[in-house]
């Protein structure tokens, strides 16, 4: 597997980076940076692309690591094997003592332009991963560590390369699989460079990377067995659908973090705050109970997701026991987002029972209208104001 990064977001975290670094106090390889970008005005103009980019990515790779935050997460989900590196700490994070030379950990001007040209050869922008597990590890996790590394390798040869590129804003940002299904895939990562900038912020940007790539897996993973479904409907009930699938699947990513021990984007109690904002009007005693049943589910599928983000009855047969609620309970919970029987339009705003707040005439109003109706049907706020204007009452 090729793991390559794109020169815009290579030249956009470098000059963050040590940008923060400077004002931060720590000049070291601010000034190393100039030393070797700064001459290179001096170059013909159809040259400079071409300098700056190898200087960029000796910085990104090899000076301030920034590329191991990549590495870091694709071994934390499995996608390649675990192996030694050893690791550069940023400026920010190692204490400084006052005896030493300033520029006691700097190279000469020299050798970072040799090491500049040694790094270009080959794939300007490639990194091979590499296949050099970690070998010293315990006795006693000895078969599980063997099984982990057979699974990581299995993915490693099965994706052609890893592409990270620079996000433009944060709706930009994210994990795809290109060529998924010629058999030759592609993952592509999209990332904002201001991630890559304060060290202080490792473990936000190594969190965020974990998680996106834990979508990717599964989109490459034949037990998940990820396709590009079509939703039926209209665009407003589109974006319903796909806004649940989206909310339930990064459940289903972040659980499965957490039985691994890694930090994700967001904890439990963050998630369910997400979860009950969706489904706040399933009584609380059965929305807990669906959250822990989906925190809980080791394995789900593509297919599953996407029918209960569909579907409200699929995701209540799934985790909520038949004797807990009668059939007829379940058909008048109105979801944020689920149409009015009225107007048809997604519906965030509910008027759940209004003969309950309205007056008789309003009630007659709608059913002269829709014969069918009845007030536990509900509606939006809107229809019913309508209705409540239409009879005189409003």
């Known amino acids: 597997m090729k793991v390559s990064y794109s020169a815009q977001l290579m030249e956009e975290s470098v000059f963050r980076h ?3 670094l400077e004002r931060s106090g720590y000049r070291s390889d601010y000034d190393e940076f100039h030393s070797l970008a700064d001459p290179i005005y001096e170059l013909p103009e159809d040259d400079r692309e071409g300098a700056f980019e190898k200087v960029n990515r000796l910085f990104f790779l090899e000076r301030l690591k920034l590329g191991d935050h990549v590495l870091r997460a694709l071994e934390a989900v499995g996608l390649i094997p675990k192996r030694k590196r050893t690791a550069r700490k940023s400026a920010l994070l190692q204490k400084t003592k006052s005896e030493e030379p300033e520029n006691q950990d700097s190279l000469s001007e020299g050798a970072l332009a040799e090491q500049a040209e040694a790094s270009a050869e080959g794939e300007e922008t490639e990194v091979e991963t590499g296949v050099t597990a970690v070998a010293e590890e315990d006795d006693e996790s000895e078969q ?16 052609k390369e890893v592409v990270v590129k620079r996000a433009i804003n944060k709706v930009d ?23 890559f900038s304060n060290p202080e912020e490792a ?20 037990e998940f067995d990820y396709e590009d479904a079509f939703i039926p409907g209209n665009p407003s009930v ?6 649940r699938f989206k909310l339930l699947w990064n459940m289903y990513v972040d659980a499965r973090l957490a039985r691994m021990g890694v930090v994700s984007v967001l904890p439990k109690e963050a998630r369910y705050r997400e979860f009950d904002n969706f489904y706040r009007k399933i009584p ?26 569909t579907d ?9 026991d038949p004797g807990e609620m009668a059939d007829e309970e379940k058909d008048y919970i109105h979801l944020q987002g689920s149409p009015c029987p009225l107007c048809k339009f997604p519906t965030y705003n509910w008027v759940d029972d209004p003969e309950s707040i309205c007056d008789e005439m309003v009630i007659e109003a709608i059913q002269i209208d829709f014969p069918d109706w009845e007030s536990k049907d509900g509606g939006c706020d809107r229809c019913i104001e309508v209705y409540e204007l239409r009879a005189g009452v409003g």
């Open 203 to 222: 473990q936000e940007l190594d969190a965020f990377l974990i998680h996106e790539f834990m979508h990717a897996k599964d989109m490459v993973d034949p």
């Open 18 to 20: 040590l940008n923060h």
């Open 173 to 195: 940002e994210g994990s795809n699989v290109l060529n998924r299904v010629s058999g030759n895939p592609i993952i592509e990562m999209r990332v904002l460079a201001s991630r």
């Open 284 to 309: 609380d005693k059965q929305r807990k109970g669906i959250f822990e049943g989906l925190w809980h589910t080791e394995k789900l599928t593509h297919e599953e997701l996407l029918s209960m983000a």
């Open 144 to 159: 599980n560590d063997e099984i982990d590394y057979d699974l990581a390798r299995e993915f490693e040869e099965r994706i």
């Open 312 to 320: 409200l009855d699929t995701l209540m047969s799934k985790y909520v």
């Open 238 to 243: 589109k974006n319903l659908i796909t806004a």
